[in-house]
């Protein structure tokens, strides 16, 4: 019995109740599960995914009407964020399984992921999740000098209790997988009309067989066709006679298409605005297709994958084009600085199927270069072709947006701060930053929205109200101003890792931080927020 089927079976004889309790599900394992069943890291992954609460966000996204698919998908990137940046396939897969044995998530979904994820047995530290629901305002709080906490305000809905021993949710029959229709799902069989299934007859009618033609009538047509055949044959040689036809009109020339010139050497001297060498690594480069607003386009096979470029008709159409490149998944790190752009997306971060991509480009001469991996290349193997180049334009090392600039030297330095690949859909950026205190790991971020800064905010309200150790919450503020973010500091369950997330209002940040201390020391985390 495959391990997800072994604890659908484990919630319906106990009840969703063994999902509450991360020591208690990790003995509940222990006793039950062959050892043939599960690695040590199967249960690892298990055990975080309920310790970190990955349950909760997933059912909510389906509930508000999420593809499973793609709600695993989010509940993964959370869960493996949490875990430090684990492996996010691996993290997936063990949301998808909470999911199967809650009747939330089809089996194909789980095996999508059990198909190919890596095995971890390690238990890296922890960072942001999924959004989870209010629970209620934050106690009254005593906060440090400079600067002051005030209480959360306003009562939130309590979250849903969870199901009743051997009942699931939405009161299905037994518990079988709910049908859902999966991305790339192949129709039944039945579904589709069979070959020779058109044009049947009535119930109780044969067709009827085609008539045989008579032989008379075949031997009238071939008749005819010699007659029409000699008097062709008579028309020519009368027209002709015994005179050589002179050579007739040629078609008139037309305007001659601009040869493009392909050879590594011109192709490096015309993209020069790009990098010093644009073909390194570069093979088989022929002339493409241009689209709309394109006035040149090379394509080169390149180790891995295939490189692009394009050299655009006008300023707007390389707009046109940086802005449709340059998007907010998971698993981006992106610069924009007007004159100059470049993306990276790493489909690992960003738990898709979708290819590897680094893209730059260059206002001054309009042209960009897009390197595409094959399919399972590693974005670190398409970045080793990209600085090959000698590029232009180099990846972003710290914080780029003014504003969360000004929120991370509120206390932190911006020098200390080290961009990443972000970890969820609508971050613009996030960098890791090294705190002036040991033990203390950092991670701060801009969303481009503030309803999507206000959605992390809620769920770290959440695991505060839930939390058995806390420290401040609700809102910090400068001296006696006004409020102006979001504070929460609480010790987990098992009291290993303390949290302290804060985030700011100030218009067009939507920034947020979030700090941990794997040694479980709250108070150190509280001590070193802020920082002088």
Request: glycine fraction near 10%; charge should be negative.
């Amino acid at each position: 019995m495959e391990l997800h089927e072994a604890l659908r079976e484990l919630v319906a004889s106990h009840g969703t109740s063994i999902l509450a309790d991360a020591t208690g599900f990790r003995g509940v394992l222990d006793d039950v599960l062959e050892e043939d069943q599960a690695s040590t890291g199967d249960i690892n992954l298990l055990v975080d995914a309920v310790r970190f609460d990955a349950l909760t966000p997933l059912t909510q996204m389906i509930d508000g009407g999420a593809d499973p698919a793609r709600a695993v998908e989010e509940a993964g990137m959370r869960l493996a964020r949490n875990r430090g940046g684990d492996d996010q396939a691996a993290s997936s897969w063990a949301s998808a399984v909470l999911g199967y044995a809650v009747g939330r998530v089809p089996e194909a979904v789980v095996m999508r992921y059990r198909s190919h994820r890596p095995a971890s047995t390690a238990l890296p530290p922890p960072g942001a999740a999924a959004a989870g629901p209010p629970l209620q305002s934050p106690p009254q709080t005593a906060w440090p000098s400079p600067p002051t906490m005030l209480p959360g305000h306003g009562s939130a809905p309590q979250p849903g209790q969870p199901g009743q021993p051997g009942q699931l949710p939405y009161g299905q029959p037994g518990y079988g997988p709910p049908s859902y229709g999966q991305p790339g799902s192949v129709p039944p069989v039945g579904s589709v009309p069979q070959p020779g299934s058109y044009g049947a007859q009535p119930h109780g009618f044969a067709p009827a067989p085609p008539k045989k033609k008579s032989p008379l009538v075949w031997v009238a047509a071939a008749v005819v066709g010699l007659v029409v055949v000699a008097a062709g044959v008579t028309g020519l040689v009368f027209v002709s006679g015994d005179e050589d036809p002179g050579p007739g009109p040629g078609p008139s020339p037309g305007p001659e298409t601009p040869t493009v010139d392909v050879d590594p050497a011109a192709i490096d001297s015309r993209y020069d605005s790009l990098a010093s060498k644009i073909t390194t690594g570069a093979t088989d480069c022929k002339v493409g297709t241009a689209g709309s607003g394109e006035k040149e386009v090379i394509e080169c096979t390149v180790p891995a994958g295939s490189l692009r470029l394009v050299t655009y008709a006008d300023a707007e159409s390389l707009t046109a084009a940086r802005t449709a490149r340059v998007d907010h998944r998971a698993g981006t790190l992106s610069s924009d600085k007007g004159a100059t752009a470049l993306y990276q997306f790493d489909p690992e971060r960003g738990g898709t199927s979708d290819p590897a991509i680094v893209y730059w480009d260059s206002q001054h001469k309009l042209q960009s270069a897009t390197i595409t991996g094959d399919a399972g290349s590693k974005l670190d193997s398409l970045k080793t072709i990209y600085t090959s180049t000698s590029p232009r334009v180099v990846e972003p090392v710290n914080p780029q947006h003014p504003v969360l600039r000004e929120f991370i030297n509120i206390n932190m330095s911006v020098s200390s701060c080290t961009r990443q690949l972000t970890y969820f859909a609508g971050e613009t950026e996030e960098s890791s930053c090294q705190a002036n205190v040991d033990g203390v790991v950092v991670n701060v971020g801009r969303y481009s929205t503030q309803r999507a800064m206000r959605a992390d905010r809620k769920y770290y309200r959440s695991q505060y109200q839930k939390a058995p150790t806390k420290g401040s919450g609700g809102t910090w503020k400068f001296g006696e101003g006004p409020a102006e973010g979001a504070y929460y500091a609480y010790l987990d369950s098992t009291g290993e890792t303390a949290t302290l997330y804060w985030d700011w209002n100030k218009a067009d940040c939507h920034c947020y931080g979030v700090a941990w201390s794997f040694d479980g020391d709250l108070q150190k985390l509280e001590d070193w927020w802020p920082s002088e």
